[in-house]
């Protein structure tokens, strides 16, 4: 008799906890504070802006600036609370009054830091890497020159936090610069103002 009643009250609250923990988990999920990120796992991101390039050309001599555009393709990981590594693409080209425009394309190994561990704060980017850049002239082929080698980028940002989770928005400041290299005299330095969107993979 006693074993009967026991089970009597066993099954319902056996019950009554299964449906106490699927409520908890379908209407109270647990969410990480704001200032407790992790590792994020894969970032993806992409994005544009404008630039002004200027530089030398085959001669040595000093160019006119050229006003353009930028894309910026990354893919990057966080081997550390708030320090990411990865791989940074990213091209401009822009064209003078003088009927010239100047180009600069590269692949970086880029490190970024990010100063807080809440979801806005300051970055700063910075990586080495290989590129190439170019002169063209649409009135005078004769001008027209190119050259390779080594770069280096150096960025400022402020990465913007959203509603929807592993997703940002960064809008940043950037300096690249493709140098004059072994019998090359051309050279490439690149101003430019960015907006990045990164999507977080594998958090």
């Known amino acids: 008799m006693s074993r009967l009643i026991n089970r009597a009250y066993i099954a319902p609250l056996f019950v009554y906890c299964a449906l106490v923990i699927v409520q908890t988990a379908l209407l109270e999920p647990s969410v990480a504070a704001p200032d407790d990120r992790g590792p994020k796992g894969a970032i ?24 353009g555009g930028s894309y910026l393709i990354g893919v990057r990981e966080e081997v550390w609370p708030r320090l990411t590594l990865g791989l940074h693409i990213g091209g401009y080209m822009g064209s003078s009054e003088l009927s ?29 890497g290989i590129g190439g850049g170019g002169l063209t002239d649409s009135e005078d082929a004769d001008n027209d020159a190119s050259g390779g080698g080594a770069l280096w980028r150096v960025a400022f940002g402020y990465e913007l936090g959203s509603g929807e989770p592993g997703f940002s928005v960064t809008p940043s400041l950037a300096y690249e ?27």
């Open 44 to 67: 993806l991101s992409v994005g544009g802006g404008g630039a002004l390039l200027n530089g030398t050309g085959v001669e040595g001599e000093a160019l006119a600036p050229a006003m």
């Open 100 to 128: 010239k425009s100047l180009s600069l394309n590269g692949l970086i190994l880029e490190g970024r830091w990010r100063f807080g561990e809440g979801l806005r704060g300051p970055v700063i980017m910075g990586g080495l």
């Open 177 to 203: 610069q493709l140098r004059a290299q072994m019998d090359s005299k051309v050279s490439v330095g690149v101003v430019s103002v960015n907006l990045e969107v990164a999507w977080e993979i594998g958090r």
